[in-house]
């Protein structure tokens, strides 16, 4: 019966206090690159291929050699938890579970389950992105890149010139034109 309650309270809390971020946005994720040289960059991806990662910073479309970033952490997938409910639910737990094991002479399992709550609110409260590439940037890091970029799948060179004249731009800037902030 008290292994049922800890289960059920358990779920209770994961189920009303967790929930993922909707992703309304149809071009490509917003994510900060940061480059080997230092400073970050603030872009939305367009594309990655064996050696180049393509995104739009400031308007204009750039690109950037694999081999200059350091890691490319992508924003809005991070799991969102309504604190006001997390802690609650936490409390409640704690004290059904702790006030159940005093009736049956457990204090010690009060304590240790007490700890388990504040473990688990400290997890539960927790707001970190879930979406993190870092350097060297393997084949399977770049097809999971890909799936967070406007276009995945590439573009041909003539698409590739029909998105830079709808930039007004001739040429990709490189990284090493952009402004550091």
């Known amino acids: 019966m008290r292994l049922t309650t800890v289960i059920l309270c358990a779920v209770l809390v994961v189920c009303a206090c967790v ?28 594309a990655v291929s064996d050696s180049n990662l393509l995104f739009v910073r400031d308007n204009a479309v ?22 006001y409910i997390a802690l609650g639910c936490i409390g ?10 005093a009736f049956h002479s457990a204090w010690h399992f009060a304590a ?9 609110a400290h997890l539960l409260l927790r707001d970190e ?4 590439f870092r350097s060297p940037f393997d084949t399977g890091a770049r097809e999971q890149l890909a799936l967070y970029c406007r276009y995945p799948q590439g573009l041909t060179d003539e698409q590739w010139q029909e998105l830079l004249r709808f ?13 550091r902030p």
Do not use: W
């Not at 929930?19 to 367009?46: C, H, I, N």
């Not at 240790?112 to 688990?120: D, I, K, N, Q, S």
């Open 167 to 179: 930039y007004h731009q001739d040429a990709f800037l490189s990284s090493g034109d952009m402004p």
């Open 92 to 101: 409640l737990v704690n004290t059904v579970i702790c006030v159940d094991m």
């Open 19 to 46: 929930s993922p971020v909707r992703v309304t946005k149809p071009g490509g994720d917003d994510a900060v690159v940061a480059f080997r040289q230092g400073g970050t960059a603030r872009v939305e991806l367009l």
């Open 112 to 120: 240790v389950t007490a700890m388990l709550c504040v473990a688990g």
């Open 129 to 132: 992105p879930r979406v993190d």
């Open 62 to 83: 750039t690109r950037a050699a694999l081999a200059d970033i350091s890691r490319v952490r992508v924003e809005g997938y991070s799991v969102r938890t309504n604190k």
